[in-house]
Structure formats: C-alpha cells, structure tokens
C-alpha cells in the first residue's frame, strides 16, 4: 500500500527497486540558451535531491542511467563536463551515511584514474543497505554478453535465464519495479535490456532537471494503480 502523509509518500514492498533514465539534460539548457554541460550539472544536482526522495519514501534500491556506451560519440568537452560531475559525486556519495554506490557497465575500459575511484568508491560504501547503482559506460546488450562470457569462462556449455541473472550487474537486487523516463522520448536506449522484462514503464515530457518531488510522486503514485500480471491474472481476474 502507499502511504501519503504531509507530503511525504511512503511505499511498500510492491516498490522495491525503482530506475530512472535521466534524459533531456541538453535540451533543457538549451531551450535556456546555456551549454549543454550547464544542462548536465543541473542535471547531476537534481539526481542527488531524487535519490534523496526516493530512499526517504521507503524505495531499496535506486537504479540511474548516467552514460551509456553510445554516449561516446558525443563531442568531447561535453563528455570531459559529464567526467567531472561523475568525479564530484564520487567525492560527495562517501558522506552519505546509508548509500552503497554500484557503479554498472564497463569499467574495465574507463580510463585508470576514473575506475580506481569507483572501485574505491565501492568498497568504502559496501556495508552500506541502500542501494544506488549508477549506469556510466553503461549498455545493456554489452551487459548480456558480459554475463555469457563470464558462463563460458566458468565452463558452461548451456546456460539458464538464472545464470544470465545472476550474471548481471544488478544481480544482488530484484529487477526494476518501475523504470521512469523524462524528456518526451518512448525508448529504453540499451538500458537493463535483461531487467526490465517486466517492469513497469513511466514516461514524462519533463526534462530530468525539472523532474522534482511532485514529478516523482506522480509517477509512484501512478505506478501504484498498475495492475501487475507477468502474464498470469490477478486474483479478483480469474
Ligand atoms: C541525458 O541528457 C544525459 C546523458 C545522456 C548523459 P541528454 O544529454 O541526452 O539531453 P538531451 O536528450 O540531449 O536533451
Ligand atoms: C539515454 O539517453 C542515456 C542516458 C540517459 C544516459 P540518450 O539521450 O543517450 O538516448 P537517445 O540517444 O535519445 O536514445
Ligand atoms: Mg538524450
């Protein structure tokens, strides 16, 4: 059941793990006249103050999509402005006393000074119980391919749906309840291809620095009048 009160919205177990794909970062400083790193550092500020929201409303575990692995192709100075903001978070996630950060994706072709503080990052926060995965180098294909690789390399000739979840970078958390998605675009972009088989799906015109509190409550609360079958049916259905 879900919980309002004073504005404060608290969830139950129907809610365990929600994900979000924080897009229109751009297009909100441009639609300002600003750069697009503007957008970005807006952007960055705000997925503090959601994360925020959502472990205060009772949510275990929180999953962002910061850089994809198609995100290279962007211009340089806009990915070294998105580099930085990552660095400062690393800093700025140690102080939070309950968040364990999972960095998902390839770290492994990171450049050494980026993935050494994540991994450190990791391990200082690993007794931590909420977790927040950040998706940077992130695709979720890759992700599917990484998980074969590593069934292979451990001697697998066939492999099982429960191996390739347990394979997954996401593997010590249930999937995604609900998967929100700002900026107007109807796509999941490579993001938790393998997760997401039966998540639910939000989609809001509001760019990412402009999805606040109320933005937030309206797709829990929405989320909250779906009915979930997993091909099955529901009780008062049959
Ligand atoms: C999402 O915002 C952040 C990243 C992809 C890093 P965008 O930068 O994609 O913003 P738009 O879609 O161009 O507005
Ligand atoms: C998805 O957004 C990736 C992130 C939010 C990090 P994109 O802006 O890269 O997605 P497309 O290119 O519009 O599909
Ligand atoms: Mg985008």
Request: neutral net charge; aromatic residues 12%.
């Given at each position: 059941m879900l919980i309002k009160e004073k504005n404060q919205l608290k969830v139950d177990d129907r809610l365990k793990h929600i994900a979000f794909i924080m897009d229109g970062n751009g297009r909100w400083a441009k639609s300002r006249l600003l750069p697009r790193k503007v957008g970005h550092k807006f952007g960055a500020e705000n997925f503090k103050k959601v994360v925020r929201l959502c472990f205060e409303a009772g949510i275990k575990a929180v999953t962002v999509y910061?850089?994809?692995?198609?995100?290279?192709?962007?211009?340089k100075d806009e990915i070294d402005s998105i580099i930085a903001l990552l660095k400062e978070y690393i800093e700025a996630?140690?102080?939070?006393?309950d968040v364990r950060v999972v960095f998902i994706g390839d770290?492994?072709?990171?450049?050494e000074s980026l993935s050494s503080i994540m991994i450190k990052a990791e391990e200082e926060t690993k007794h931590r119980p909420l977790y927040l995965y950040i998706a940077f180098n992130y695709g979720g294909r890759a992700e599917i391919v990484k998980a074969c690789n590593e069934l292979i390399a451990e001697g697998k000739a066939i492999i099982s749906e429960a191996d390739i979840s347990s394979h997954?970078?996401?593997?010590?958390m249930s999937d995604p309840d609900l998967i929100v998605r700002t900026a107007g675009e109807y796509r999941i972009?490579?993001?938790?291809l393998w997760q997401s088989a039966y998540s639910e799906f939000y989609f809001t015109n509001v760019y990412w620095p402009d999805f606040d509190r109320k933005e937030l409550y309206k797709a829990i609360e929405n989320f909250y009048t779906r009915k979930r079958r997993y091909g099955g049916l529901n009780k008062d259905e049959e």
């Amino acid at each position: 059941m879900l919980i309002k009160e004073k504005n404060q919205l608290k969830v139950d177990d129907r809610l365990k793990h929600i994900a979000f794909i924080m897009d229109g970062n751009g297009r909100w400083a441009k639609s300002r006249l600003l750069p697009r790193k503007v957008g970005h550092k807006f952007g960055a500020e705000n997925f503090k103050k959601v994360v925020r929201l959502c472990f205060e409303a009772g949510i275990k575990a929180v999953t962002v999509y910061a850089f994809s692995t198609e995100n290279w192709s962007r211009p340089k100075d806009e990915i070294d402005s998105i580099i930085a903001l990552l660095k400062e978070y690393i800093e700025a996630v140690k102080q939070e006393k309950d968040v364990r950060v999972v960095f998902i994706g390839d770290k492994t072709s990171l450049p050494e000074s980026l993935s050494s503080i994540m991994i450190k990052a990791e391990e200082e926060t690993k007794h931590r119980p909420l977790y927040l995965y950040i998706a940077f180098n992130y695709g979720g294909r890759a992700e599917i391919v990484k998980a074969c690789n590593e069934l292979i390399a451990e001697g697998k000739a066939i492999i099982s749906e429960a191996d390739i979840s347990s394979h997954v970078y996401t593997n010590e958390m249930s999937d995604p309840d609900l998967i929100v998605r700002t900026a107007g675009e109807y796509r999941i972009s490579n993001f938790l291809l393998w997760q997401s088989a039966y998540s639910e799906f939000y989609f809001t015109n509001v760019y990412w620095p402009d999805f606040d509190r109320k933005e937030l409550y309206k797709a829990i609360e929405n989320f909250y009048t779906r009915k979930r079958r997993y091909g099955g049916l529901n009780k008062d259905e049959e």
